[in-house]
């Protein structure tokens, strides 16, 4: 029974691991080092995340490399993510341009509704400091919106409670092809640039009180599917 178990045990890992590592590709390597992988949720799970930095050899069904080019987020399930979230943390005040910048190909699937694909997010895990467990800023696809269907959107959030509105933003249909974005902060503004195109320019200094830090992947608003393909993937701190 105890070598039957063994080797059930062996074979469920065989698949997880089945696909390539997106660390085998040196493009990667960097914010892979600098980050810690969320799936399904945000809690840590010992079979779909990943603690920080540890990506060598590393993949699974929601995180894998495909064509030996792209890195790959893929997940199913109501408000379920496969997520990088970037260790490094930072006010919207900061002197030091925080930016990432990622090239993007978006697979909506059977999503229902909107998924999330780069976040800015506050720390919610600091002591002794203001906190709230909300975005910022959160980059998505929205299937339908303002009579707007299969749009990129910028959700940002106008004051520092739970209990502030948000502002939404069209930044375009969304591209059939691979697309660039581009977040900045610096002295309290925040900017979007989608292929190079300014879209956003925000005063965010409302938010100053907390530290903040870059998600990027997939994450889920509803029922349904999502992938999202990242041809390149970089964070500036």
């Given amino acids: 029974m105890a070598e039957f178990k063994k080797v059930i045990f062996f074979f469920f890992v065989t ?10 590709l040196d493009k990667f390597k960097p914010v892979l080092e600098i980050s810690k992988l969320q799936a399904p949720k945000s809690s840590y799970n010992p079979l779909y995340s990943r603690k920080y930095g540890d990506f060598v050899d590393y993949s699974n069904r929601y995180f894998y490399l495909q064509d030996d080019k792209y890195m790959v987020f893929y997940m199913c399930g109501n408000h379920n993510r496969s997520e990088l979230r970037f260790k490094n943390i930072w006010r919207v005040g900061t002197e030091n341009k925080k930016e990432m910048e990622a090239e993007v190909k978006l697979f909506p699937l059977n999503q229902k509704r909107e998924f999330t694909f780069l976040q800015i997010h506050a720390d919610s895990t600091l002591k002794n400091m203001p906190t709230i467990n909300k975005p910022l800023l959160r980059v998505v696809w929205y299937k339908k919106l303002r009579g707007k269907r299969s749009h990129i959107w910028a959700i940002i959030r106008l004051g520092d409670d739970i209990f502030s509105r948000y502002q939404k933003i069209d930044l375009g ?43 990027a992947g997939v994450y889920l608003q509803d029922d349904g599917c999502a992938k999202v393909l990242f041809k390149k993937l970089t964070v500036k701190d």
């Fill in 173 to 215: 249909t969304m591209p059939k092809s691979f697309f660039d974005v581009k977040i900045s902060v610096y002295k309290n503004v925040l900017k979007i640039f989608i292929n190079g195109v300014e879209k956003v320019s925000m005063d965010v200094g409302y938010w100053g009180k907390y530290y903040n830090y870059f998600k």
């Fill in 15 to 24: 698949l997880l691991l089945a696909h390539d590592s997106p660390y085998s």
